[in-house]
């Protein structure tokens, strides 16, 4: 009986997932029809006005234009759930292949930026909650406030400017290389869209420590622990800052689920092949099968990222446990 009462919620979760990726899928297939023009238009362009009823009749039954929508979305959805997720008309290239090689670039942009938004938010948010309306608190917040307010694809053009006018360097101007081929060079092409998206991240997790830690210093056992003379090192450390975590690592999951499909800005201004630029070019030629099944990926990263979200603070605070 308690085995089926533990399983119940990560039931739930599960069919929650399913029905969240069908309703995105739906989604984003009525989102497409609904664009002007079709593939065969966006394939030979002003050459396809020249194309007779019959080659055009042709070509719409070669790419199941003719067919229901509902049977064209179902084909399509079988297709991916057997593990094909359509061809590029542009390159002829399968989008499996296609995602493998735009996903990890998108992957380490993405865990980059929130490394560098958890070294900026974590300590700015506890310094400004260590004494509310001091100078330490308005310098926490301000920084909140810029990071909120500064558009990243402001800060990216910015930031790309002044690295090619002071240091000479324009990532924009080398090949991207990979992790794998070349670390030294992928991390410098990374670094500065890591820190522009880390510096937009880094605003509401030290807006979001700020509160959890304010909520946890006023509870009773943070007292006791106070008069039990626990020094304030420890204190911070063991007792207030590893219960104000699951609010931080709730926020921070979201985030780095954003990221995966939200990054497409910094990935244009950087030049990087990541999914979410994959995603645009997709757009632009009209390329039904790629976007479709890319945004279904991105869906389906975000999915996994909120439930590793759910498991990892289950882990930090025994109370969720209990729950």
């Not at 929650?16 to 238009?41: E, N, Y």
């Not at 210093?217 to 106070?226: G, H, N, P, V, Y």
């Amino acid at each position: 009986m308690l085995t089926r009462l533990q399983a119940a919620p990560t039931v739930r979760r599960i069919a929650g997932a399913a029905f969240t990726l069908f309703g995105c899928a739906v989604a984003v297939f009525i989102m497409l029809r609904a664009i002007p023009g079709d593939q065969i238009t966006a394939i030979y362009g002003t050459e396809a006005a020249a194309l007779s009823e019959e080659q055009r009749e042709s070509l719409r039954a070669y790419y199941g234009l003719d067919q229901p929508l509902i049977v064209q979305f179902f084909t399509w959805l079988g297709s991916v759930l057997t593990g094909n997720l359509g061809y590029s008309s542009r390159t002829q290239q399968s989008v499996l292949e296609m995602t493998a090689q735009s996903l990890p670039v998108t992957l380490q942009l993405s865990v980059l930026a929130i490394l560098v938004a958890l070294l900026v938010g974590i300590p700015l948010g506890m310094l400004a909650a260590s004494r509310t309306n001091a100078l330490r608190d308005w310098f926490g917040q301000g920084v909140a406030l810029a990071g909120l307010g500064i558009p990243t694809f402001l800060l990216g053009t910015f930031v790309l400017g002044m690295a090619a006018q002071s240091w000479g360097f324009n990532p924009n101007g080398l090949r991207y290389a990979r992790l794998w081929d070349d670390p030294w060079l992928n991390l410098q092409q990374m670094f500065m869209p890591a820190l522009v998206l880390g510096f937009a991240i880094a605003a509401p997790v030290m807006r979001t420590t700020r509160t959890a830690v304010l909520e946890v210093r006023s509870l009773d056992f943070i007292r006791t622990a106070k008069a039990k003379g626990v020094p304030p090192a420890r204190l911070r450390r063991s007792h207030v800052l590893r219960n104000s975590l699951v609010p931080v690592v709730t926020q921070t999951g979201m985030q780095f689920g954003f990221l995966l499909g939200g990054a497409v800005v910094v990935e244009q201004i950087f030049s990087l092949p990541g999914l979410g630029r994959q995603v645009v070019v997709a757009m632009n030629q009209q390329e039904y099968a790629v976007v479709q099944s890319t945004v279904l990926v991105i869906a389906l990263l975000f999915v996994l990222v909120n439930l590793a979200t759910d498991l990892l603070y289950q882990r930090i605070d025994p109370r969720v446990r209990a729950e």
